[in-house]
């Protein structure tokens, strides 16, 4: 998957996502306000799932995790009341 290979694996596409959702927020905040967003991804095998297109493709994605072992990731991006950004 190459967005595992641009650096830090699962963990780091999880946090540029997350980071990537608050910029996209940020212009609609007022100032001084708290924003938080947030991403999550499964990664099976060194690929992430990604979303379901379609309750079959999220069919089809959950019998493949059945009895083996896998990762849910979850990348928070956050600014604080001072504008400092938190990951």
């Known amino acids: 998957h190459d967005a595992l290979r641009r650096g830090g694996g699962a963990e780091g596409v999880v946090r540029r996502l997350a980071l990537a959702k608050l910029l996209a927020a940020l212009p609609r905040a007022a100032a001084g306000q708290r924003a938080l967003a ?4 499964v990664a099976l095998d060194d690929a992430l799932l990604g979303k379901a ?7 089809r994605m959950l019998l493949g995790l059945r009895g083996r072992a896998h990762e849910v990731l979850t990348g928070v991006a ?3 009341g001072a ?3 938190r990951t």
Not at 38 to 41: K, L, P, R, S, V
Not at 53 to 59: F, P, V
């Open 78 to 80: 956050g600014v604080d």
């Open 53 to 59: 297109a379609c309750a079959d493709d999220a069919r």
């Open 83 to 85: 504008g400092r950004l």
């Open 38 to 41: 947030a991403d999550t991804e």
